[in-house]
């Protein structure tokens, strides 16, 4: 089994910065991708960003270049800075892993919540 835990969610102001961390642990062979999605109330969970095993980054459009993903590898964890957060970022951010042996399984943390507001 998979477990993956996320910290360093928060309230902050507009403008302000957080770091996001999250950490895969358990039965892991080969993580591939190891990303961030968010979902606001009301709304479907999209992507922020994601990295994968050899480097290769994804960002959504809302984020792009606000956002700066990183991933440690024989850590398992994957690292989220966001700056110049706006009102709109508020959401629930779930980290992502996708590990590859023969198929391809998903695992999700629990969710962390952001909240942009003065």
């Known amino acids: 089994q998979v477990q993956v835990a ?21 039965s892991i062979l080969s993580i591939y991708t190891m990303g961030w999605y968010r979902q606001a109330p009301g709304k479907q969970r999209v992507l922020v960003a994601s990295v994968t095993l050899d480097g290769r980054i994804n960002y959504g459009d809302s984020v792009l270049g606000r956002f700066i993903i990183s991933r440690d590898n024989p850590k398992n964890t994957v690292y989220l800075r966001m700056n110049s957060l706006k009102p ?10 996708r590990i590859v042996a023969g198929r391809a399984d998903d695992y999700w943390g629990q969710g962390t919540q952001v909240t942009v507001s003065s």
Not at 6 to 26: I, W
């Open 88 to 97: 709109e970022d508020t959401a629930v951010y779930y980290c992502h892993v």
């Open 6 to 26: 996320e910290s360093g969610g928060g309230l902050v102001q507009p403008g302000g910065s957080l770091r996001l961390s999250c950490a895969a642990s358990g």
